[in-house]
């Protein structure tokens, strides 16, 4: 079975400080994306790669970076950690027009 | 631009029923069509996944079908269990992306036992 690990479940962060959500995914696949799933807006992406070192802007970028330097892990970087961005991360990844896609078990983060 | 509706946003059955939920997108030049389920809190797991080729997929107690010409999915789910509460949601890839997923806003379903 596909797996993709977040780092970690829960998060308390202050506001302004630097933000690391890590993602990893053993299947080799070379899309990965990172999405952020509020109530009442659905999952809206952020971020996704199709590539090392590979990266698009999704619907919602501004406040975000990503980064990835190996084909298996996919980070997102919340340069100065706002309020605003309290909410569900959830990373996925798929195989290019492939079996679908999966997701990690996600991240509640919280800024205060 | 590809929209995809889920309807009803919410429904409550008792256990043991079988049930439909359903799942309506605007553009039939779709790749594949993926059901997942969400609990509360957590991240979402796969279901069934239907290529555009395909007219349904069954895992167990559930069976998924596509009708790509009416622009519409559904998912039944047979006989019902308490465990079967969460939000479901649909999720198509469209034809000219290798990569995007549009997304209904899910039903959150509960059953009553």
């Known amino acids: 079975d596909v797996k993709v690990t977040q780092s970690s479940r829960y998060l308390v962060k202050r506001t302004g400080e630097k933000v690391f959500l890590e993602c990893v995914q053993d299947?080799?696949?070379?899309?990965m994306f990172w999405y952020r799933q509020d109530p009442g807006l659905g999952l809206r992406l952020i971020y996704f790669?199709?590539?090392?070192?590979?990266?698009e802007k999704g619907d919602i970028p501004e406040g975000y970076s990503v980064s990835r330097e190996k084909k298996e892990r996919f980070s997102l970087i919340l340069e100065s950690a706002s309020t605003n961005q309290t909410s569900m991360y959830l990373c996925?990844?798929?195989?290019?027009?492939?079996?679908?896609?999966?997701f990690g078990q996600g991240t509640r983060l919280t800024v205060v | 631009k590809q929209e995809v509706t889920q309807i009803p946003a919410a429904l409550s059955v008792p256990e043991g029923e079988n049930l439909v939920l359903n799942c309506s997108f605007t553009?039939?030049?779709?790749?594949?069509l993926q059901w997942f389920r969400q609990d509360p809190g957590k991240g979402l797991t796969s279901l069934l996944l239907?290529?555009?080729s395909q007219r349904e997929q069954t895992s167990g107690r559930l069976n998924a079908s596509l009708d790509k010409s009416s622009g519409r999915s559904t998912l039944y789910i047979a006989a019902s269990q308490p465990g079967d509460s969460a939000t479901y949601l649909c999720?198509?890839?469209?034809?000219?992306?290798?990569?995007?997923?549009?997304w209904g806003a899910g039903t959150k379903l509960i059953i009553k036992p």
């Open positions: 299947m080799d696949h070379e899309n």
């Open positions: 239907i290529q555009s």
């Open positions: 996925a990844s798929s195989m290019i027009r492939g079996l679908g896609a999966f």
């Open positions: 790669s199709y590539d090392v070192k590979m990266k």
């Open positions: 999720a198509v890839r469209p034809m000219d992306s290798n990569y995007q997923l549009i």
């Open positions: 553009d039939s030049a779709i790749y594949n």
